[in-house]
């Protein structure tokens, strides 16, 4: 089975950019997107999914912002979005989309970004507490569970480029990264990381500054996370950069169960 995780920075530009493409050459059972910044009845009227796929919407309340899609092929069954918790019981910013397919259960996620002010970096923070807490029951299912998405943090200095001078930025700041260190020490296994070893990247995420993408100056934020089942069941990982030069500002991340 081939599971896609993938920020796409906007569907409709998506779509515009060659999302169709990347869907037929990468052929995947389950795709996971985020930041689809569209409501369903906003995407192109001559368009539309692949016949052979469900999809499931979990669009944000503010048209344009934020907002999980995932698509499937054959039939599977959504299991709630959101959190149910905390200040946002609604998952009115759509991040949180839960579906269980055959023989694997996927948690779309697309944590906050606290790059902006520093109100949204406590809510992140905030956020990723609450959301921490809220996983933990998922870690001792007997099937395989993955937990994948955009969560705008890089873990190490080895998922940026520049660990020296981001110390201090959104996304690199030291408890940020105790923070996922502590959801690994919890149970969960940042699947491509363990696959790939103590390499340099390879980074899910380039800024539209300068020449990041052209000269590979980015960063890992974008993981798919799995119980121990789910481990037992991986056997490959990869991330596509040309669909992130190409189609997002975040490139696909494929990984393959033997499921």
């Known amino acids: 089975m081939r599971i896609v995780s993938w920020n796409l920075n906007g569907i409709r530009a998506a779509i515009r950019k060659g999302l ?27 368009w539309t999914p692949p016949s052979d796929m469900q999809v499931e919407w979990h669009p944000a309340e503010k048209k ?3 907002g999980v899609a995932t698509w499937g092929r054959g039939v599977f ?23 269980q397919h055959n023989g694997i259960r996927c948690i779309n996620t697309y944590l906050p970004s606290g790059s902006s002010k520093i109100e949204r970096q406590l809510y992140k923070e905030k956020w990723m507490n609450d959301w921490a807490e809220w996983l933990e ?32 930025s959104s996304g690199f700041l030291p408890q940020e990264r105790e923070w996922f ?16 070893g103590p390499v340099q990247g390879p980074y899910s995420w380039w800024s539209n ?14 993981y798919i996370l799995g119980n121990d089942a789910a481990k037992e069941r991986f056997k490959d990982a990869r991330i596509v950069r040309a669909g992130g030069l190409q189609v997002s500002d975040h ?9």
């Open 251 to 259: 490139a696909p991340v494929v990984v393959d169960f033997d499921i």
């Open 77 to 99: 069954t959504t299991i709630g979005k959101g959190m149910g918790r905390g200040d946002d019981p609604g998952d009115l910013e759509g991040r949180i989309l839960v579906t």
């Open 137 to 168: 029951s998922e870690l001792v299912s007997e099937e395989p569970v993955i937990v994948a998405g955009d969560l705008n943090i890089a873990h190490e200095e080895i998922d940026i480029w520049n660990a020296r001078g981001n110390m201090m």
């Open 209 to 222: 500054r300068g020449r990041a993408r052209e000269d590979n100056k980015g960063w890992r934020i974008d």
């Open 20 to 46: 169709d493409l990347f869907i037929h050459e990468l052929d995947a059972d389950i795709w996971l997107f985020q930041e689809v910044r569209a409501l369903p009845e906003q995407l192109p009227k001559d």
């Open 181 to 196: 260190s502590s959801l690994l020490g919890n149970g969960w296994h940042d699947l491509c990381r363990e696959h790939w």
């Open 64 to 66: 344009g912002y934020s």
